[in-house]
């Protein structure tokens, strides 16, 4: 098989849908056109059903990318938009998807050999759909899915899996159709944070913004322990007052999320780092500010480790952060891993990239 390999990331409602669809159409955000435009025909998407962490189908792409608001990914407002057209090589079921935590499949992968199973990060390398994917790991996985595909053996979904798929319900709007997610109790919400990991990545976030020429905004409270954190003296960049010309309530609501990029008066990108407390903390500040300003169309990011990953999305989900008058918080919402900050952290020449880079390692929010 010649070209490149890639990966191609699919919620179980998005896979789904591409099947109904007809298989032939595969789609992404805006926020990833410029990865996309690298993709060539010939080249192979490999899919990877997110939330069940499981491998599920070969693509062979058949066209370059284009722009396409026909909904086939959600009844309504379809944010994959950006498209290929693709043949299908190997399309499961998602009982028939292979888990990525089969030993074979785990013990193969270069991505995944050296970590021991569930261990904290290891869902790092399955975030942001497009990245490309090396040479041996993906011959193996086509061949194992093709294999699949031809004499299949049944994965029964858990009793966790199943949840999960529970929880996603669709309710309509005056807007239309919305995916709404229906999480349980935040389990670890009353555990008590570990500040030395959660001050370090708000740090490497402060720094890498720092780099690229923007204006830093701590919460006063975090400053010190953030400044004492970090590897770069960004000090000089801190803001010391929001320059910003709203009410007090916004104001207020600005000053207590966790990072903020600014360019000028404006705010360029908002951070929230959720450790170990509850994820919804964070979301609320996030909520409030696009309550309070709806005309604010900047990037949110979430920034957690990856074992919460799941967690986030679901919460971002939720119908009170999904029934906004100006759309779901998910639309703009999006999450950020601490293997991620870290990989971004550690580009050549910050300086001269665009904040934009974030968008090709951060995980839709949208189910």
Sequence with gaps: MSGTYFLNLFSPETWEAFRANGATVSGFSRKQ???ANSIQPGDTLLCYVTGLSRWCGVLRVRSRPYLDERPIFKVESDPFVVRFDVEPIVVLDLEDAIPVTEKEVWQTLSITREIEPGSVGWGANFQGSLRSLPTDDAKFLETLLSAQLKNPKKYELSEKDRKKLAHSSVVRTERGE??????E?????DAPESHRESHTIQAMLAEIGARMGFGIWLPRNDRERVLAAASDDFRSVIVETLPMNYNDATIRTIEQIDLLWLRGRSIAR?????????IYSGLLRMADLVALQPDIHIPLHIVAPEERRDNVINQINRPVFSLF??????????????????????????????????????????I
């Design 325 to 366: 008058e100006t759309g779901p918080l998910a639309s703009r919402c999006t999450y950020l891993s601490y293997g991620a900050v870290k990989e971004i952290r550690s580009l050549p020449h910050l300086a001269h990239l665009n904040s934009s880079i974030l968008d090709e390692y951060v995980d839709e929010a949208s």
């Design 178 to 183: 919305i995916s709404v997610a229906i999480p």
């Design 33 to 35: 056109e410029t990865r």
């Design 185 to 189: 109790d935040d389990a670890d919400g």
């Design 270 to 278: 908002a951070f929230e780092v959720e450790h170990t407390t509850a």
